[in-house]
């Protein structure tokens, strides 16, 4: 079992900037990937920023060149800095960790509680 709480969350002005923290514990055996993904009310929760086992690291379009994400395996610790914040960025920001049972199963994922990101405009 894998717990992870994010906290950094808050209200902050357009152009502003914010860092997210996720701390894992429990099991991390078997974590490939640790990934920000992010949900607005009303509509689907996407993927923002995604980083794998070796450090390679994925974005969604939207942000790219804006959040960075990063990781502190010393602390188990991922991170999300966010610079140049827009309105659009607003949203509930969930932590997540995939876990890779296998060739022939999927992968397990865990969530954090979320923390909230608002932009005020």
């Known amino acids: 079992q894998v717990h992870l709480v994010e906290s950094g969350g808050g209200l902050v002005q357009a152009g502003g900037s914010l860092r997210l923290s996720c701390l894992a514990s429990g099991n991390i055996f078997g974590v490939h990937t640790m990934a920000w993904y992010r949900q607005a009310p009303g509509e689907q929760r996407e993927l923002v920023a995604a980083?794998?086992?070796?450090?390679?690291?994925t974005y969604a379009a939207s942000v790219k060149g804006r959040f960075t994400i990063s990781e502190d395996n010393v602390k188990m610790t991922v991170y999300l800095q966010m610079n140049s914040l827009k309105p659009e960025d607003t949203a509930i920001y969930y932590c997540n960790a995939a876990e890779s049972l296998g060739y022939l199963l999927p992968d397990q994922n865990y969530w954090g509680q979320g923390t909230q990101v608002t932009v005020s405009s």
């Open positions: 980083i794998a086992k070796g450090g390679s690291t």
